[in-house]
């Protein structure tokens, strides 16, 4: 059943026109559940793996399967529309690649959270490096894995007080 609260997808957008065109250079038909798949990824607000993009994607079409799915994510990422990253748990992961400018990553260990940000000091540091080592480079990732806010204060609360614990006496 598709969700009636669901704007409709704007196919004149630049997104749809670049999606249609991989299509075409793919030498691949136009299909109402490619489309919906597209419509659900580019939708997304986080990095989604596969089965999370599936689940999704039968909220709308229950007929399409996890093989369309799978094969259309990698469709994307060949054609430059979604980006593929790996944050140690297992899972490849995408995001909307259309139109993205670059950013890196905070991982959390407890709760798989992951952050994007972007530090132009960062940048400007990275790029001394290659020029300093006369390195071309052609692409980079930053991933900081750690704890994030929410985890450390849920540690935090969980360990008692010291002046809680009882005294010991020699």
């Known amino acids: 059943m598709a969700k009636a609260a669901e704007a409709k997808p704007q196919h004149d957008a630049p997104e749809w026109a670049a999606f249609y065109d991989c299509l075409r ?30 689940r999704r994607v039968r909220e709308m079409d229950p007929k399409v399967g996890f093989t369309t799915v799978y094969r259309t994510l990698n469709l994307l990422s060949e054609c430059g529309l979604a980006i593929r990253s790996q944050f140690g748990d297992g899972l490849t992961r995408y995001e909307p690649g259309f139109n993205t ?15 994007e940000f972007f530090s132009a000091q960062l940048e400007h540091v990275q790029d001394e490096i290659v020029s300093r080592h006369g390195f071309e480079m052609q692409e980079h990732s930053l991933r900081i894995w750690g704890m994030c806010r929410a985890c450390r204060r849920n540690v935090k609360s969980m360990k008692k007080p010291a002046a809680s614990l009882p005294h010991r006496h020699a």
């Open 25 to 54: 250079r793919k030498g691949l038909r136009r299909t109402s559940q490619r489309d919906t798949i597209f419509d659900v990824f580019m939708r997304s607000q986080k990095h989604l793996s596969s089965e999370d993009l599936y």
């Open 101 to 115: 400018t670059h950013h890196d990553h905070l991982i959390c260990v407890e709760c798989g959270n992951v952050t």
